[in-house]
């Protein structure tokens, strides 16, 4: 979950390495550093904390060299003090690594490494890599696979040896002229320049200087040059790969005014169900129609005959893919399990051939549901049925990334950079994608009557609007409700049915950005225990839209009000029960029950991030979390 970023060309490096940190600041933030090379000379700078400690010892020192590499850390193994901030060095500082991952048998190795006279000053992992990479130089193997170039053999002898899930970025003092890049199950991408060559855990560390981008695979490492890029295997074989040029604009990933990402982001979210309509919904369909009114862009066979569906997710995307189950049963219906991906990569469901697998993560990159994904692939190639093979989307915001090289089937959410740690857009987007999923297969499955059909394409298209008055309307009454809440510990979210998810949902951004803890429960499982946690110290959030479960979840919230608990109701405008029931109304437009959630999830967004703002919390880079979890 660490961010790297790389440079060798003909400006100084150090600016473009602190520039790129920026950018990436977001994948961790409990230390920064960064090496450059000059002059014969490793000179290497670390500081703990948020990156602005960094840039303050280097502000002012003059550092003209064209070869460096940065990072921006998210602690696994050590805390996150000045000592264990990247880079790391070997024993006589000729060697530099990064790396955005887990070496799982450091242990052995530093042991052997000791006792072979290297000397080791922090307590991670990564530092075994450059010690590893100094030994094999210094007793290079008798059989080389790259004989020309000692220091990229050195680094390919000495991943080979390692055990986990990294992305590294190495340089030497010895070798002023290489940057040398690895990837295996961590990503990383390399930028293409006039003259000069970029790596980075993430694009926008790039695109402020390139488009021209190429990702490695698992199990390649490169060599950098200021004459090009060469492309190996860990076994030594030459590859041919051309970059490709991304569709991006570095203003997207400025605030624009705004004090937060967070908040920017939750109001980029009408615009971004609109994009979401234009790229997927068919404006001309009609009853008469003989073509489904969703463009998915998939095989047409991939969405035929499914007798199961089976979704994996982590977080924020395993709240949208709850959503989406209940779409999806309730309007094809198809039976739809939902696991975590971390536990579903050690209890899979048992293998059945009409099952369509789908893997939902915003970054593209998140580790479990890949690892998950790569696990059913195995297990269908090993089934040696085409028709399983096929069978297996991915739905992500980053069409670039890692998912969309693993599944042969991708939806885009179309929701643009996602800057904040904790998903706004990003979740209102993948929402928006198990909408046109549910409904392309109750189209082909006839399980939605004309009328019904039109009437959730005409209230899906009047969703943006309503998004806006709801941030029109009530964000400076939320800001101004937040303030209540200075000094409260616990809270508790509720809501049944298709809101179930939203009260999980508002309950994680609560806890993300404020750390206060917050619980979310179906409200009819409040009496089956939790009710005991309720007293005047207690704010209960209830979602109550007009519906099959509206009158239950009234009833729920009674029986909280019964215990002095404060009762916060999200409630369509307008409804005098509500106003009766609760202390506080958020109040959301009047909407079909089954889009409800679309609207639902927006006033408890902006309440988690006032909340925060108002304790003078740091929004955008909460503690211990980073954007896009890349470590198991």
């Known amino acids: 979950m660490c961010g790297i970023v790389g440079y060798i060309g003909t400006r100084p490096a150090s600016d473009i390495l602190m520039e790129g940190l920026q950018k990436l600041e977001y994948r961790g933030y409990d230390s920064a550093g960064l090496a450059t090379v000059s002059e014969g000379e490793l000179q290497c700078v670390r500081a703990k904390g948020k990156l602005k400690n960094l840039s303050e010892k280097v502000a002012g020192q003059e550092n003209l060299a064209r070869l460096g590499i940065g990072h921006t850390r998210w602690a696994t193994h050590g805390k996150p003090e000045e000592h264990n901030a990247h880079p790391h060095t070997d024993t006589y500082s000729r060697i530099a690594v990064v790396q955005n991952g887990i070496v799982e048998n450091y242990r052995e190795l530093r042991e052997m490494l000791k006792q072979k006279g290297h000397q080791f000053r922090s307590d991670t992992d990564t530092e075994v890599i450059p010690h590893l990479i100094a030994e094999t130089l210094k007793n290079p193997p008798a059989e080389t696979a790259i004989a020309d170039n000692p220091f990229f053999e050195a680094v390919r002898v000495s991943v080979n040896q390692l055990e986990g899930a990294f992305a590294l970025a190495i340089i030497s003092a010895d070798y002023p002229d290489d940057l040398i890049v690895v990837r295996q199950q961590a990503p990383l991408i390399i930028g293409f320049g006039q003259g000069e060559f970029f790596c980075a855990s993430d694009t926008p560390a790039?695109?402020?200087?390139?488009?021209?981008?190429?990702?490695?695979?698992?199990?390649?490492?490169?060599?950098?040059?200021?004459?090009?890029?060469?492309?190996?295997?860990?076994?030594?074989?030459?590859?041919?790969?051309?970059?490709?040029?991304?569709?991006?604009?570095?203003?997207?990933?400025?605030?624009?005014?705004?004090?937060?990402?967070?908040?920017?982001?939750?109001?980029?979210?009408?615009?971004?169900?609109?994009?979401?309509?234009?790229?997927?919904?068919?404006?001309?369909?009609?009853?008469?129609?003989?073509?489904?009114?969703?463009?998915?862009?998939?095989?047409?066979?991939?969405?035929?005959?499914?007798?199961?569906?089976?979704?994996?997710?982590?977080?924020?995307?395993?709240?949208?893919?709850?959503?989406?189950?209940?779409?999806?049963?309730?309007?094809?219906?198809?039976?739809?399990?939902?696991?975590?991906?971390?536990?579903?990569?050690?209890?899979?469901?048992?293998?059945?051939?009409?099952?369509?697998?789908?893997?939902?993560?915003?970054?593209?990159?998140?580790?479990?549901?890949?690892?998950?994904?790569?696990?059913?692939?195995?297990?269908?190639?090993?089934?040696?049925?085409?028709?399983?093979?096929?069978?297996?989307?991915?739905?992500?915001?980053?069409?670039?990334?890692?998912?969309?090289?693993?599944?042969?089937?991708?939806?885009?959410?179309?929701?643009?950079?996602?800057?904040?740690?904790?998903?706004?857009?990003t979740f209102t987007a993948q929402v928006m994608a198990f909408y046109f999923l549910a409904l392309d297969l109750a189209y082909r499955r006839g399980t939605l009557k004309g009328d019904r059909l039109e009437q959730i394409l005409m209230g899906l298209r009047q969703l943006p609007a309503q998004i806006e008055l709801i941030l029109e309307s009530q964000e400076r009454y939320i800001e101004e409700l937040a303030h209540s809440f200075n000094e409260t510990q616990d809270f508790i979210y509720i809501g049944r049915g298709i809101n179930f998810p939203i009260a999980l949902e508002g309950a994680l951004k609560l806890k993300e950005i404020s750390y206060i803890h917050a619980e979310g429960y179906p409200a009819g499982e409040m009496k089956h225990g939790p009710i005991a946690l309720l007293d005047e110290k207690v704010p209960v959030v209830a979602i109550a839209m007009p519906g099959s479960v509206y009158d239950k979840v009234l009833s729920n919230a009674q029986e909280a009000k019964a215990r002095d608990a404060q009762l916060i109701g999200v409630v369509p405008m307008d409804d005098e029960e509500a106003e009766e029931t609760f202390d506080e109304c958020l109040p959301v437009p009047p909407v079909d029950e089954l889009l409800s959630p679309v609207l639902t999830v927006i006033p408890l967004q902006l309440l988690a991030y006032h909340i925060a703002a108002r304790r003078g919390l740091d929004v955008d880079q909460p503690r211990n979390l980073a954007k896009s979890v890349t470590v198991e």
């Open 206 to 425: 790039i695109v402020p200087h390139t488009r021209a981008v190429l990702p490695l695979e698992n199990g390649e490492l490169a060599k950098l040059t200021p004459l090009g890029v060469e492309i190996y295997t860990f076994e030594g074989d030459r590859l041919k790969k051309r970059p490709f040029s991304l569709n991006w604009n570095p203003i997207m990933v400025e605030k624009q005014g705004f004090k937060h990402f967070m908040l920017k982001e939750i109001y980029e979210q009408p615009g971004v169900v609109r994009t979401c309509l234009e790229t997927y919904l068919d404006n001309a369909w009609s009853n008469e129609s003989d073509t489904s009114p969703v463009t998915l862009n998939l095989a047409e066979d991939v969405l035929d005959a499914i007798d199961t569906i089976q979704i994996v997710a982590c977080g924020t995307s395993w709240h949208a893919s709850l959503i989406g189950k209940y779409l999806i049963e309730q309007l094809a219906g198809i039976p739809t399990l939902v696991q975590y991906a971390s536990e579903f990569r050690y209890s899979p469901s048992p293998l059945t051939r009409n099952t369509l697998t789908i893997g939902v993560t915003q970054s593209g990159e998140t580790t479990d549901t890949l690892a998950a994904l790569e696990m059913e692939q195995k297990r269908r190639e090993a089934a040696d049925d085409p028709a399983l093979a096929s069978r297996m989307v991915g739905i992500t915001n980053r069409s670039d990334s890692s998912i969309a090289r693993l599944v042969p089937h991708i939806i885009d959410t179309q929701a643009g950079i996602e800057i904040g740690v904790a998903a706004t857009k």
